[in-house]
């Protein structure tokens, strides 16, 4: 299911896929972002990394199939071998027809902890609860609970969009056939 480091390029190789050199992913932004990272931590005992963000996406099809994705620009400075909650369904990405799709951004550590994504659909699905108040349990409450950053965009079966966030801001948009378009950063006057 998740593969990482040699064994992520032994298997790639068994496959026929072409390998490049690691220098193939360097840019000289990334560079130098995590140049500027890593004198920061050296200039602090104790902080934490910066990151590049998150885009995520749901989706609802016209025969009820639920999808979600999740594309992490990851984490500068992390510990070699880190995986965060992107590739993780379930933490940061998880969709299922009987009750919703999600996709969440933020501190993955603890999205990984409390299975963010996975537990906003079981709360839909086995508690029976709205969308909307789902997203704000696991958020609001329980992310937030354990020190967790971070928010989620959800769609459930019928439609519902629900956007909600503990951090500063999130960058976000929705769009249904029903005409709603909606794009935002922070909170509006309803929060």
Same mark, same amino acid.
């Given at each position: 299911?998740?593969?990482?480091?040699?064994?992520?390029?032994?298997?790639?190789?068994?496959?026929?896929?072409?390998?490049?050199?690691?220098?193939?992913?360097?840019?000289?932004?990334?560079?130098?972002?995590?140049?500027?990272?890593?004198?920061?931590?050296?200039? *602090?005992?104790?902080?934490?990394?910066?990151?590049?963000?998150?885009?995520?996406?749901?989706?609802?099809?016209?025969?009820?199939?639920?999808?979600?994705?999740?594309?992490?620009?990851?984490?500068?400075?992390?510990?070699?071998?880190?995986?965060?909650?992107?590739?993780?369904?379930?933490?940061?990405?998880?969709?299922?027809?009987?009750?919703?799709?999600?996709?969440?951004?933020?501190?993955?550590?603890?999205?990984?902890?409390?299975?963010?994504?996975?537990?906003?659909?079981?709360?839909?699905?086995?508690?029976?609860?709205?969308?909307?108040?789902?997203?704000?349990?696991?958020?609001?409450?329980?992310?937030?609970?354990?020190?967790?950053?971070?928010?989620?965009?959800?769609?459930? *079966?019928?439609?519902?969009?629900?956007?909600?966030?503990?951090?500063?801001?999130?960058?976000?948009?929705?769009?249904?056939?029903?005409? *709603?378009?909606?794009?935002?950063?922070?909170?509006?006057?309803?929060?």
């Amino acid at each position: 299911m998740l593969l990482v480091g040699d064994g992520a390029e032994e298997f790639a190789l068994e496959q026929g896929v072409a390998l490049v050199p690691r220098g193939y992913f360097r840019t000289e932004a990334r560079t130098r972002q995590l140049e500027e990272e890593r004198r920061a931590a050296a200039a *602090r005992a104790a902080g934490s990394a910066g990151s590049m963000g998150t885009v995520g996406a749901v989706a609802l099809d016209r025969t009820g199939n639920l999808a979600a994705a999740t594309s992490t620009g990851g984490l500068s400075n992390k510990h070699r071998g880190r995986v965060g909650d992107s590739p993780l369904i379930g933490a940061g990405t998880y969709a299922n027809n009987e009750s919703c799709a999600v996709s969440g951004t933020g501190d993955g550590e603890y999205f990984i902890r409390q299975v963010v994504a996975y537990d906003v659909c079981a709360l839909v699905q086995y508690r029976h609860m709205a969308l909307a108040a789902a997203v704000h349990e696991v958020v609001q409450v329980k992310l937030r609970r354990t020190g967790g950053e971070g928010g989620v965009i959800a769609l459930d *079966r019928a439609g519902n969009i629900a956007m909600d966030y503990n951090s500063a801001g999130m960058f976000r948009g929705a769009r249904d056939s029903r005409g *709603r378009r909606e794009i935002a950063i922070y909170q509006d006057a309803e929060h």
